[in-house]
């Protein structure tokens, strides 16, 4: 069973940068390509990422590309969400993922198999 448990969320300004961290552990150690997604109030949950398990490859959602970067550590179980030049419109909880298609990565929520507990990023103005 993968489990997966997101950290690093927080009230920021707008401009600011932001790093968010998901911890992952499981006990088959099958591996797993890891997303990201976030849900604002009101909102359906959206994609905002996602990186296969070798780091080979890595997608990200148009409304975030250039200024969010995903990167993972499999020897340290960690993956992470750096988001750079933060806005409004990226308030939201963020939630990490996994999918056992480990050598894609795929962008819909119904992909996604595990799901962490989520973080709340505020940006305020």
């Known amino acids: 069973q993968l489990q997966l448990v997101e950290s690093g969320g927080r009230l920021v300004q707008a401009g600011d940068s932001l790093t968010l961290h998901c911890a992952f552990s499981?006990?088959?150690?099958?591996?797993?390509?890891m997303g990201w997604f976030r849900q604002a109030p009101g909102k359906e949950r959206e994609f905002v990422g996602s990186i296969t398990w070798n780091s080979d490859r890595t997608t990200y959602a148009d409304l975030v590309k250039g200024r969010f970067t995903i990167s993972r550590d499999n020897f340290e179980k960690v993956g992470t969400l750096q988001m750079n030049n933060l806005k409004l419109e990226d308030t939201g909880v963020y939630y990490c993922?996994?999918?056992?298609?480990?050598?894609?990565?795929?962008?819909?929520?119904?992909?996604?198999?595990?799901w962490g507990q989520g973080t709340q990023v505020t940006v305020s103005s």
């Open positions: 499981d006990h088959t150690r099958n591996s797993f390509a």
């Open positions: 993922a996994g999918d056992r298609t480990f050598w894609m990565t795929r962008t819909r929520s119904s992909d996604f198999d595990y």
